[in-house]
Each structure stands twice: as structure tokens, then as C-alpha cells.
């Protein structure tokens, strides 16, 4: 063989040697792998909620490989949306599903999501000669019409709680109470830890009201359990008012039923199970101690009323007099009072009045006065006309 054949043999070869390395560097540098994502959101909703970690976890389906990480932990906070991903290379096509969901954590007093996931992985050779995740779905309960982008949880703060009424009662048994009188009504937890309504201090709380339906105000319950309170009313102590002194028991019983807390009030007196607490207190300003006949009558010496009976053994037809009016009848003749003076006659005998006040009185039928006046009116006639003519008789001589 000729030298110039032995070269150009050469020559090719080198030149195919040199096509393969570069294939092979061309294919290794070339990556055949598909790293997969999963997302998921967390988020807590409520005017009290506050941060809590929240735990996803993600189980395999049918044989399926298990991702890197079979549960998530996060850092879930108020009105917040928390991102965190699940995360897999394959090296090779797949088709494979898992589902994803969240563990409930402890607060009783959260909602916890209870959606489940199902999230399909589909991964494909690409144009390169390589692989790529051409679908990463999620979607809800099983139902691949519910797809979304990524797994979402929502958490809501939803404690149990619960509201006493109370009820103000006034009775008027005697007059009518003012409007402007005020109650006070305490509530207290018999332990300093249990829920209590806003403004309460040590586990008891006080509230002013006046006639009418009140409330002390809410009482939220975050765990699941049984909560008692007393409740009674003060006695403020106010002038002509009684006040109740019975002692109400309020049990509260908490409870987590399909996933939320519920809350069963039960309201007792003694032994008497009630719909709400009820306080009644009675008014009386003394209105109702009336006297009778005129005997509480007082005269302005100072003398006591009573029976005028004993006030005067005067004969019939007699008033008895005090400052010179005549203050009681006697012999069952009326006499009538106006600022002590007699109206009336007694016994048929007129009264004659003098600027109000009884003179005297005359019995019926007795003349002899009047005749007494009459012969002596007479008598004074005939001296008088006597002495006339004796006087004219001597200036005459």
C-alpha cells in the first residue's frame, strides 16, 4: 500500500474518531433528568388567629416513587399565604400520582382543611433527547374536573363561645321606681384561667344595667372542655328598693364535633334548670300605709289624732272648742271643719259664726230669754216717759 493510501486511511479515521467524541460530549452534556415540583399554600383566616406550624403530607400512589420529602412542616400565619414545595428528580419517563393532604395540628380552636389532593406527576422524553415534566396537576377529592396549580389549604380560627343573659325585673308594689336607678350584677369563673368575657379582671367581671335584658359579653373557648361560673347580684343598698340574693350557676361544656368546637350553656338555680338568669326586686315608697276615718288627723297644738270621743263630757248639743273652733259633733250631729271653724249646726241648733268661729249654740224651743227682754224693754219705755212728763211739768211753774 502507498504511502499516500496509508495517510488518507488515517485521515478518515481521525476525522470519525473526532464525530464520535463529539456525539458522546454533545449526549453527556445533555442532562436525562426532570426535576418535578409540587406546590403547596397554607393559610390561617380569623380575627384571632395566630401562628401555628401546619404539617403536609404526601403519599404515593400505585407503586408510585416517594418524593424527597413525605411531609412538610410550615410556619402558617394570620392572614398570610405560606408557600412551601414538594420536590423529586426522575430519570426516566413515569406516570405516576400521590396525594397530598394536611395533618390536623392541636389548637381546638382552628378549623382545619380537610381537602385531599390528588397530584399527577407525567414526565416525558423532550426534543433534545432529553426529559421533562410536561404535567404536574393537582386536583380535589379525587375529582380530576377540580385542577389547580397547586395543593391549598385554608385554616380558619373558629373558637366556641357563648353569652349569658341576664334579665332585670322591678316590681312596684308601692309607687313607681325612678328610671334612673342603676343594678350591678357579677359574674365570676370559678377558676381564674377560664374564659371570661372583655374587661374582666382575676376571673370576674361587673356590669352596670337597669331594667331590662343585659349581657356580660362573649366568652371564647380555644380548647374542648367544662367551665363553670356564679353570677349574682349586688345589693347596691338603695333607699325603698328589696334586692334578689339567689345565686345562678352557669356551665359551659365544650365540645369538637366534625372538626369544630361547639359550645352546650346550661343555666341552674338550685336543683331548677332555666333558659337565662333572671334578677327581680321590688319597689315600695310606703305610699301604701293609708289611714282611716280621719284618725291620723293631727290639730295644730300638738294634740294627736284619734277618736275625738274623749276630747270634751260637753252637753248635747255642745261643740268642743280648741283656739276657739269647734273640732269635733257630738250626739251624732256632723260638724263640719274648715282651719278649725264649725260649718255646721249640731243637733239642730243653729250655730251662729263670728269670722269663722262657733259663739254659741241655743237649745230648741227655749222662749224665756226673749220675754225677759221684752218686759224690761218695756219697763225702761214707761220709766223713761215718766221722768219726760215730770221734768216738763216743772219747767212749766
Same mark, same amino acid.
Given at each position: 500500500m502507498s504511502r499516500v493510501m496509508r495517510k488518507n486511511y488515517i485521515g478518515a479515521f481521525l476525522v470519525m474518531l473526532f464525530a464520535l467524541l463529539f456525539q458522546v460530549t454533545a449526549f453527556a452534556? *445533555? =442532562?436525562?433528568?426532570?426535576? /418535578?415540583?409540587? #406546590?403547596?399554600?397554607? *393559610?390561617? +383566616?380569623?380575627? =384571632?388567629?395566630?401562628?401555628?406550624?401546619? *404539617?403536609? %403530607? &404526601?403519599? #404515593?400512589l400505585d407503586g408510585a416513587p416517594a418524593f424527597d420529602q413525605t411531609s412538610i412542616t410550615v410556619n402558617a400565619r394570620k392572614n398570610e399565604t405560606v408557600y412551601a414545595e414538594f420536590t423529586k428528580t426522575f430519570t426516566e419517563p413515569v406516570s405516576y400520582k400521590y396525594e397530598v393532604k394536611q395533618t390536623a395540628g392541636t389548637t381546638d380552636a382552628y378549623v382545619y382543611d380537610d381537602t385531599v389532593y390528588t397530584a399527577v406527576v407525567y414526565v416525558e422524553n423532550d426534543d433534545n @433527547?432529553?426529559?421533562?415534566?410536561?404535567i404536574v396537576k393537582v386536583y380535589k377529592d379525587e375529582d380530576p374536573t377540580k385542577k389547580q396549580e397547586a395543593a391549598e389549604f385554608v385554616n380558619i380560627y373558629d373558637p366556641a363561645d357563648t353569652d349569658p343573659p341576664i334579665n332585670k325585673v322591678v316590681i312596684n308594689d308601692a309607687g313607681t321606681a325612678p328610671d334612673t336607678v342603676k343594678f350591678h350584677f357579677t359574674m365570676k369563673a370559678d377558676d381564674k384561667t377560664y374564659p371570661m368575657p372583655e374587661g374582666s379582671v382575676d376571673g370576674s367581671k %361587673?356590669?352596670?344595667?337597669? /331594667? @331590662?335584658? $343585659?349581657?356580660? @359579653?362573649? &366568652? +371564647? $373557648?380555644?380548647?374542648?372542655? *367544662? $367551665? %363553670? $361560673?356564679?353570677?349574682v347580684e349586688n345589693n347596691d343598698g338603695v333607699q325603698n328598693f328589696t334586692y334578689d340574693d339567689t345565686a345562678y350557676t352557669v356551665k359551659v361544656v365544650v365540645e369538637k364535633v366534625n372538626g369544630k368546637l361547639q359550645a352546650t350553656r346550661t343555666i341552674t338555680k338550685g336543683s331548677e334548670t332555666l333558659e337565662s338568669i333572671t334578677f327581680t326586686n321590688h319597689y315600695s315608697d310606703g305610699s301604701s300605709q293609708n289611714t282611716s276615718g280621719g284618725s291620723s288627723t293631727t290639730g295644730g297644738s300638738g294634740s294627736s289624732g284619734g277618736s275625738s270621743d274623749s276630747d270634751s263630757d260637753s252637753g248635747e248639743g255642745s261643740p268642743a272648742g280648741v283656739l276657739g273652733a269647734v273640732r269635733d259633733a257630738v250626739e251624732n250631729g256632723p260638724v263640719g271643719r274648715v282651719l278649725g271653724a264649725a260649718r255646721e249646726a249640731v243637733d239642730n241648733s243653729p250655730v251662729g259664726k263670728v269670722l269663722g268661729a262657733a259663739r254659741g249654740a241655743v237649745r230648741t224651743g227655749d222662749n224665756s230669754f226673749m220675754m225677759v227682754s221684752a218686759i224690761c224693754f218695756i219697763t225702761a219705755l214707761a220709766v223713761l216717759a215718766a221722768w219726760s212728763m215730770a221734768f216738763v211739768k216743772r219747767r212749766m211753774k
Amino acid at each position: 500500500m502507498s504511502r499516500v493510501m496509508r495517510k488518507n486511511y488515517i485521515g478518515a479515521f481521525l476525522v470519525m474518531l473526532f464525530a464520535l467524541l463529539f456525539q458522546v460530549t454533545a449526549f453527556a452534556a *445533555t =442532562k436525562y433528568e426532570a426535576e /418535578v415540583k409540587i #406546590p403547596v399554600k397554607v *393559610t390561617l +383566616e380569623g380575627k =384571632k388567629a395566630s401562628s401555628e406550624d401546619v *404539617t403536609i %403530607t &404526601m403519599t #404515593p400512589l400505585d407503586g408510585a416513587p416517594a418524593f424527597d420529602q413525605t411531609s412538610i412542616t410550615v410556619n402558617a400565619r394570620k392572614n398570610e399565604t405560606v408557600y412551601a414545595e414538594f420536590t423529586k428528580t426522575f430519570t426516566e419517563p413515569v406516570s405516576y400520582k400521590y396525594e397530598v393532604k394536611q395533618t390536623a395540628g392541636t389548637t381546638d380552636a382552628y378549623v382545619y382543611d380537610d381537602t385531599v389532593y390528588t397530584a399527577v406527576v407525567y414526565v416525558e422524553n423532550d426534543d433534545n @433527547g432529553g426529559l421533562k415534566a410536561s404535567i404536574v396537576k393537582v386536583y380535589k377529592d379525587e375529582d380530576p374536573t377540580k385542577k389547580q396549580e397547586a395543593a391549598e389549604f385554608v385554616n380558619i380560627y373558629d373558637p366556641a363561645d357563648t353569652d349569658p343573659p341576664i334579665n332585670k325585673v322591678v316590681i312596684n308594689d308601692a309607687g313607681t321606681a325612678p328610671d334612673t336607678v342603676k343594678f350591678h350584677f357579677t359574674m365570676k369563673a370559678d377558676d381564674k384561667t377560664y374564659p371570661m368575657p372583655e374587661g374582666s379582671v382575676d376571673g370576674s367581671k %361587673t356590669i352596670e344595667t337597669g /331594667v @331590662g335584658s $343585659y349581657e356580660f @359579653g362573649v &366568652m +371564647e $373557648y380555644e380548647k374542648a372542655g *367544662t $367551665y %363553670t $361560673y356564679s353570677v349574682v347580684e349586688n345589693n347596691d343598698g338603695v333607699q325603698n328598693f328589696t334586692y334578689d340574693d339567689t345565686a345562678y350557676t352557669v356551665k359551659v361544656v365544650v365540645e369538637k364535633v366534625n372538626g369544630k368546637l361547639q359550645a352546650t350553656r346550661t343555666i341552674t338555680k338550685g336543683s331548677e334548670t332555666l333558659e337565662s338568669i333572671t334578677f327581680t326586686n321590688h319597689y315600695s315608697d310606703g305610699s301604701s300605709q293609708n289611714t282611716s276615718g280621719g284618725s291620723s288627723t293631727t290639730g295644730g297644738s300638738g294634740s294627736s289624732g284619734g277618736s275625738s270621743d274623749s276630747d270634751s263630757d260637753s252637753g248635747e248639743g255642745s261643740p268642743a272648742g280648741v283656739l276657739g273652733a269647734v273640732r269635733d259633733a257630738v250626739e251624732n250631729g256632723p260638724v263640719g271643719r274648715v282651719l278649725g271653724a264649725a260649718r255646721e249646726a249640731v243637733d239642730n241648733s243653729p250655730v251662729g259664726k263670728v269670722l269663722g268661729a262657733a259663739r254659741g249654740a241655743v237649745r230648741t224651743g227655749d222662749n224665756s230669754f226673749m220675754m225677759v227682754s221684752a218686759i224690761c224693754f218695756i219697763t225702761a219705755l214707761a220709766v223713761l216717759a215718766a221722768w219726760s212728763m215730770a221734768f216738763v211739768k216743772r219747767r212749766m211753774k
